[in-house]
């Protein structure tokens, strides 16, 4: 049975649909509440709910007598890759702020691979981050992390599910580059279901190495982004 509170909850998410799919800048104008009723064939009292609750998120913004207005900028999500920024950090310049919905941790022991990526020796005890993040129910990255276990070790509960940049330099380690490769990737549908994708699209997987000032590997990284709602642009120069 589909309840008014899912019902309001499915039309927010086909308005953000529509807002990344037509890859609306800051600033823009929506359609009506009466248009979207049409579009979306909801009742305009469904569609004020949702307009209400957005605009409550910040996500839109609705001008007396003028319209409904995009308060976020979906384009700049991803749009400088050059620059080194989480993906919170990300969001957040776009001004949308991402939740953790699900992660875990787990202590593992790093195989040659890792030993080599993380220029640790093989057996060295190791931490396993994994966090699905998203906004309005949907999943927007879904991020692994590997570190070494004493860089973690007095890690708290909101460390693991915040900026992971954030959290390792209030303890004095600074992230200043890392080396990445970016690979496009078409889930399997078992792994979309358990990183919570509603829906299959391509995800664009960055896979990186980041270091400190010193040249000291960190932590070794693959972030898979939302191909609905990531962008990566990166200049390149002729020389």
């Given at each position: 049975?589909?309840?008014?509170?899912?019902?309001?909850?499915?039309?927010?998410?086909?308005?953000?649909?529509?807002?990344?799919?037509?890859?609306?800048?800051?600033?823009?104008?929506?359609?009506?509440?009466?248009?979207?009723?049409?579009?979306?064939?909801?009742?305009?009292?469904t569609v004020r709910e949702a307009i209400r609750s957005l605009e409550q998120l910040h996500v839109l913004e609705v001008k007396q007598g003028k319209g409904i207005y995009l308060a976020i900028d979906p384009r700049s999500l991803g749009k400088?890759?050059?620059?080194?920024?989480?993906?919170?950090?990300?969001?957040?310049?776009?001004?949308?702020?991402?939740?953790?919905?699900?992660?875990?941790?787990?202590?593992?022991?790093?195989?040659?691979?890792?030993a080599e990526k993380l220029k640790v020796h093989p057996g060295t005890s190791l931490v396993f981050l994994a966090r699905v993040r998203g906004f309005e129910g949907e999943m927007a990255v879904y991020l692994e992390d590997i570190l070494t276990?004493?860089?973690?070790?007095?890690?708290?509960?909101?460390?693991?599910?915040?900026?992971?940049?954030?959290?390792?330099?209030?303890?004095?380690?600074?992230?200043?580059?890392?080396?990445?490769?970016?690979?496009?990737?078409?889930?399997?549908?078992?792994?979309?279901?358990?990183?919570?994708?509603?829906?299959?699209?391509?995800?664009?997987?960055?896979?990186?190495?980041?270091?400190?000032?010193?040249?000291?590997?960190?932590?070794?990284?693959?972030?898979?982004?939302?191909?609905?709602?990531?962008?990566?642009?990166?200049?390149?120069?002729?020389?």
């Amino acid at each position: 049975m589909i309840t008014r509170e899912s019902l309001v909850s499915q039309v927010k998410k086909e308005i953000l649909n529509l807002v990344f799919r037509q890859r609306l800048a800051k600033g823009e104008r929506l359609f009506s509440i009466d248009e979207l009723a049409r579009f979306l064939s909801v009742s305009t009292t469904t569609v004020r709910e949702a307009i209400r609750s957005l605009e409550q998120l910040h996500v839109l913004e609705v001008k007396q007598g003028k319209g409904i207005y995009l308060a976020i900028d979906p384009r700049s999500l991803g749009k400088n890759i050059a620059q080194l920024k989480s993906a919170t950090e990300m969001a957040q310049e776009s001004g949308i702020h991402l939740e953790t919905f699900r992660w875990r941790v787990e202590e593992i022991e790093a195989d040659q691979d890792l030993a080599e990526k993380l220029k640790v020796h093989p057996g060295t005890s190791l931490v396993f981050l994994a966090r699905v993040r998203g906004f309005e129910g949907e999943m927007a990255v879904y991020l692994e992390d590997i570190l070494t276990k004493e860089l973690v070790a007095d890690f708290t509960p909101s460390d693991w599910q915040g900026s992971l940049f954030n959290a390792l330099e209030k303890r004095g380690i600074f992230i200043t580059h890392s080396l990445a490769q970016i690979i496009p990737y078409f889930p399997e549908e078992h792994f979309a279901k358990e990183i919570g994708l509603t829906e299959l699209v391509p995800l664009l997987v960055l896979e990186h190495l980041h270091f400190d000032a010193t040249g000291r590997v960190v932590a070794f990284s693959k972030d898979y982004y939302n191909s609905k709602y990531f962008r990566f642009e990166v200049v390149r120069k002729r020389i």
